[in-house]
């Protein structure tokens, strides 16, 4: 009992010299062993942002062929098809590119002309309650349908999306969706919507017969579901951050056996510690998938982008939204719609918070592409102690070195399941 | 080696707690709006630290209810409870408020919303002070063809998030989790439950509420607001809740509620009935 106690005072003694050398000398110096002792309530961060605690995918009342498998094959084909677009060479994967993790590389994409933003990340996008970085669609369906009609992305129309569906998918659409009637050239404009941007699609769109509209309309939110269903399936692997739970989780403490690194474990308990991180990184896909403004510096030559402010009222006047008659879903079925919150002015300037799996392999960084690196955006939040919604206050440049040097270990291969839908 | 024992382990108590007592000290702050050009007349409060006027032309008397206790920049929810002067509730007037900055002789863009709650109470949403500095809130009643005017001053509306994250104001080490409490001015006891079970962070959810007077007997028909707010960040809810009556047993549904950052939360809920306004807030620590 008495060697016990001495043993127990023993290692007390040594831990208490390492923690204070680490606390007088700052990191950079000895992390030590100590690094993968984990709190309980640590644990359960850890847990909580742990692949393992993503659960399935979550349904979308919204579109019943979510999970159908041939409307995820056809949805694939239509991701990679360059005939959407008004120079036939933008497809969704332009500006999300498989070989990029499902983003580009461009601080602002550019499908037929530059956007006034950066590309999204799609992976396990499905798992998000808005879509776009300001969250102005409520389904990964609508989502998909807003790039086709905007002039800088695919630039064409849903009643050319209408017709070339029926003119080069007709048998798989028709296998999922049930008859298509036949968009002949000579009956339908080539370039019609509801546009505001646009009169004369405009004027061709409200010439068309109600039937007209409604039939394309149809088509068009099917294709929207059918990419939908594939993008779904975008989803990430377990990384070593994951790994590394998954040991903490099992008792496993050996610094040499670990997933992680010293200064990799370091990094995370700033992460989930003082660094705040969680505070919006927070769950499995490291997002809360609300939006803040982060007060970025403006992209130059670019107009003021108000973000989320100007989102809410897009949403909810949407055809396509949650409650409109293209949605599969009960009323009930659309709570985040329902309960929206239409504070304008609390979202100004407000951006979605991002997925941070897989983020040091796709620069560049922030709803505008603001910066080229990892570290430039560490440094921006290193800059920001006094936002209230950063909070990261007091950040060593060493620190930096930790979190980033965490960052890394988030990165994993995509899902296979995009391999089986073929 | 007892008294190794004991000196290692107070250097480990030491040593973070100097770190949280600093932060602790440049953590206190609190800064009320504060009235000017009270009128010395008997109104009767509903509530301790509400703001009360009387109209211009003295028809009637109004109190402002701020639910997190200070305007702030931004978007800010009211509540105005109208009486006439002589007493009673005065219900079904049309209610028109309007932020004013008097030094720069401007309002904002976004307009107020209104929406009246019974027995004299009206809720202003949307209220939107957009910059610091001196505001005033114009209030004007209309109500069979007569109209009165009173206006609330604020003399410094600040921006409370920059505020609290300046300070990075921990929670109170106290503080109080309890799910069941007395309102302020303990006219009613308020009880939340979240339904199904431990609230998650970023799932929408719903509360049930109890609510009872202070002789225990069940409040069936009261106005109920919830507010949530987060003092160390100064945002609410990102979403907008909905109550409803359930019309038995004191109880009140609350559907859409989301908590999307974790820590400390507050959330207000005031109760009206029977003509007594009162309010109480929980503290939530979302994990």
């Given at each position: 009992m008495r060697n016990y106690l001495i043993r127990a005072t023993g290692t007390?003694?040594?831990?208490?010299?390492?923690?204070?050398?680490?606390f007088l000398n700052a990191p950079g110096a000895a992390w030590s062993m100590d690094q993968h002792d984990w709190s309980d309530q640590e644990k359960s961060i850890l847990r909580s942002l742990w692949i393992g605690s993503l659960g399935p995918l979550p349904v979308d009342p919204s579109n019943k062929y979510s999970d159908n498998p041939g409307a995820a094959a056809l949805g694939k084909k239509l991701f990679f098809e360059d005939k959407f677009s008004g120079n036939k060479k933008v497809s969704c994967a332009t500006c999300h590119r498989e070989d990029y993790f499902?983003?580009?590389?461009?601080?602002?994409?550019?499908?037929?002309?530059?956007?006034?933003?950066?590309?999204?990340?799609l992976i396990g996008v499905a798992y998000n309650s808005w879509f776009f970085w300001d969250g102005r669609t409520d389904s990964l369906w609508s989502q998909a349908l807003g790039p086709i009609?905007?002039?800088?992305?695919?630039?064409?129309?849903?009643?050319?999306s209408a017709y070339i569906i029926s003119k080069y998918y007709r048998t798989e659409y028709e296998g999922i969706f049930g008859p298509l009637p036949d968009f002949m050239e000579e009956t339908f404009p080539h370039h019609a919507r509801p546009a505001l941007d646009d009169p004369d699609a405009l004027k061709a769109w409200v010439l068309m017969t109600p039937d007209q509209r409604e039939e394309v309309n149809k088509v068009y939110v099917n294709?929207?579901?059918?990419?939908?269903?594939?993008v779904r399936t975008i989803l990430p692997q377990p990384s070593?951050?994951?790994?590394?739970?998954e040991q903490i989780l099992a008792g496993e403490t050996l610094s040499s056996r670990m997933a992680l690194t010293d200064a990799e474990a370091a990094g995370l308990r700033l992460f989930i510690g003082r660094a705040k991180c969680t505070n919006c990184h927070n769950?499995?896909?490291?997002?809360?998938?609300?939006?803040?403004?982060?007060?970025?510096?403006?992209?130059?030559?670019?107009?003021?982008?108000?973000?989320?402010?100007?989102?809410?009222?897009?949403?909810?006047?949407?055809?396509?939204?949650?409650l409109g008659k293209y949605s599969d879903a009960h009323p009930n079925d659309c709570p985040e719609l329902r309960f929206i919150d239409t504070s304008n002015k609390k979202y100004e300037g407000a951006f979605k918070t991002p997925t941070l799996r897989n983020v040091t392999e796709r620069p560049p960084y922030m709803h505008a592409g603001q910066f080229a690196t990892v570290r430039e955006v560490l440094k921006f939040y290193q800059s920001q102690a006094k936002n209230p919604e950063l909070g990261h206050a007091g950040l060593t440049d060493e620190e930096l070195d930790l979190l980033e040097a965490f960052l890394h270990t988030l990165s994993s291969p995509l899902t296979s399941l995009q391999a089986e839908v073929k | 080696m007892k008294r190794i024992l004991f000196v290692i382990v107070a250097l480990f108590f030491f040593l973070p707690g100097c770190a949280a007592q600093k932060e602790q000290t440049a953590g206190h702050m609190e800064g009320m709006a504060e009235e000017h050009g009270h009128e010395d007349v008997k109104i009767t409060r509903h509530f301790d630290d509400s703001l009360t006027k009387l109209t211009d032309n003295k028809l009637y008397s109004l109190e402002l209810v701020i639910p997190v206790k200070n305007v702030k920049m931004g978007v800010n929810t009211l509540e105005i409870i109208v009486h006439h002067a002589t007493g009673g509730d005065v219900a079904q007037a049309e209610l028109t408020v309007t932020p004013w900055m008097p030094s720069m002789g401007h309002g904002v863009m976004q307009k107020p919303v209104v929406t009246e709650r019974g027995g004299g109470l009206y809720s202003i949403d949307n209220v939107v002070f957009s910059m610091t500095g001196h505001w005033q809130l114009q209030v004007k009643i209309a109500k069979d063809d007569k109209e009165d005017t009173a206006v609330f001053d604020f003399p410094e509306v600040k921006a409370m998030g920059h505020e609290h994250a300046m300070m990075h104001a921990p929670p109170p080490k106290d503080l109080?989790?309890?799910?069941?409490?007395?309102?302020?001015?303990?006219?009613?006891?308020?009880?939340?439950?979240?339904?199904?079970?431990?609230?998650r962070i970023n799932r929408i959810h719903s509360w049930e509420l109890t609510?009872?007077?202070?002789?225990?007997?069940?409040?069936?028909?009261?106005?109920?607001?919830?507010?949530?707010?987060?003092?160390?960040?100064?945002?609410?809810?990102p979403t907008q809740p909905e109550i409803t009556p359930i019309g038995a047993g004191g109880l009140y549904r609350v559907d859409g509620m989301k908590f999307t950052m974790p820590g400390w939360w507050v959330v207000t809920i005031s109760v009206r009935a029977n003509d007594v306004h009162d309010s109480v807030s929980f503290n939530l620590n979302i994990l």
């Amino acid at each position: 009992m008495r060697n016990y106690l001495i043993r127990a005072t023993g290692t007390l003694i040594t831990s208490s010299i390492i923690f204070v050398i680490v606390f007088l000398n700052a990191p950079g110096a000895a992390w030590s062993m100590d690094q993968h002792d984990w709190s309980d309530q640590e644990k359960s961060i850890l847990r909580s942002l742990w692949i393992g605690s993503l659960g399935p995918l979550p349904v979308d009342p919204s579109n019943k062929y979510s999970d159908n498998p041939g409307a995820a094959a056809l949805g694939k084909k239509l991701f990679f098809e360059d005939k959407f677009s008004g120079n036939k060479k933008v497809s969704c994967a332009t500006c999300h590119r498989e070989d990029y993790f499902f983003t580009d590389n461009l601080p602002l994409s550019h499908g037929m002309d530059t956007t006034p933003r950066r590309s999204m990340p799609l992976i396990g996008v499905a798992y998000n309650s808005w879509f776009f970085w300001d969250g102005r669609t409520d389904s990964l369906w609508s989502q998909a349908l807003g790039p086709i009609e905007n002039k800088l992305e695919h630039g064409i129309s849903r009643t050319m999306s209408a017709y070339i569906i029926s003119k080069y998918y007709r048998t798989e659409y028709e296998g999922i969706f049930g008859p298509l009637p036949d968009f002949m050239e000579e009956t339908f404009p080539h370039h019609a919507r509801p546009a505001l941007d646009d009169p004369d699609a405009l004027k061709a769109w409200v010439l068309m017969t109600p039937d007209q509209r409604e039939e394309v309309n149809k088509v068009y939110v099917n294709m929207g579901k059918a990419i939908a269903a594939f993008v779904r399936t975008i989803l990430p692997q377990p990384s070593p951050f994951d790994r590394y739970v998954e040991q903490i989780l099992a008792g496993e403490t050996l610094s040499s056996r670990m997933a992680l690194t010293d200064a990799e474990a370091a990094g995370l308990r700033l992460f989930i510690g003082r660094a705040k991180c969680t505070n919006c990184h927070n769950g499995p896909m490291f997002t809360n998938s609300d939006f803040h403004n982060l007060g970025l510096p403006p992209r130059e030559n670019v107009a003021p982008d108000m973000g989320r402010a100007s989102a809410i009222t897009q949403v909810l006047s949407s055809q396509f939204n949650c409650l409109g008659k293209y949605s599969d879903a009960h009323p009930n079925d659309c709570p985040e719609l329902r309960f929206i919150d239409t504070s304008n002015k609390k979202y100004e300037g407000a951006f979605k918070t991002p997925t941070l799996r897989n983020v040091t392999e796709r620069p560049p960084y922030m709803h505008a592409g603001q910066f080229a690196t990892v570290r430039e955006v560490l440094k921006f939040y290193q800059s920001q102690a006094k936002n209230p919604e950063l909070g990261h206050a007091g950040l060593t440049d060493e620190e930096l070195d930790l979190l980033e040097a965490f960052l890394h270990t988030l990165s994993s291969p995509l899902t296979s399941l995009q391999a089986e839908v073929k | 080696m007892k008294r190794i024992l004991f000196v290692i382990v107070a250097l480990f108590f030491f040593l973070p707690g100097c770190a949280a007592q600093k932060e602790q000290t440049a953590g206190h702050m609190e800064g009320m709006a504060e009235e000017h050009g009270h009128e010395d007349v008997k109104i009767t409060r509903h509530f301790d630290d509400s703001l009360t006027k009387l109209t211009d032309n003295k028809l009637y008397s109004l109190e402002l209810v701020i639910p997190v206790k200070n305007v702030k920049m931004g978007v800010n929810t009211l509540e105005i409870i109208v009486h006439h002067a002589t007493g009673g509730d005065v219900a079904q007037a049309e209610l028109t408020v309007t932020p004013w900055m008097p030094s720069m002789g401007h309002g904002v863009m976004q307009k107020p919303v209104v929406t009246e709650r019974g027995g004299g109470l009206y809720s202003i949403d949307n209220v939107v002070f957009s910059m610091t500095g001196h505001w005033q809130l114009q209030v004007k009643i209309a109500k069979d063809d007569k109209e009165d005017t009173a206006v609330f001053d604020f003399p410094e509306v600040k921006a409370m998030g920059h505020e609290h994250a300046m300070m990075h104001a921990p929670p109170p080490k106290d503080l109080d989790y309890s799910t069941t409490k007395m309102t302020a001015n303990d006219a009613f006891k308020v009880m939340y439950k979240s339904i199904g079970g431990q609230i998650r962070i970023n799932r929408i959810h719903s509360w049930e509420l109890t609510v009872t007077d202070s002789g225990g007997q069940p409040v069936n028909d009261a106005v109920v607001t919830v507010v949530g707010d987060m003092p160390e960040h100064g945002h609410g809810l990102p979403t907008q809740p909905e109550i409803t009556p359930i019309g038995a047993g004191g109880l009140y549904r609350v559907d859409g509620m989301k908590f999307t950052m974790p820590g400390w939360w507050v959330v207000t809920i005031s109760v009206r009935a029977n003509d007594v306004h009162d309010s109480v807030s929980f503290n939530l620590n979302i994990l």
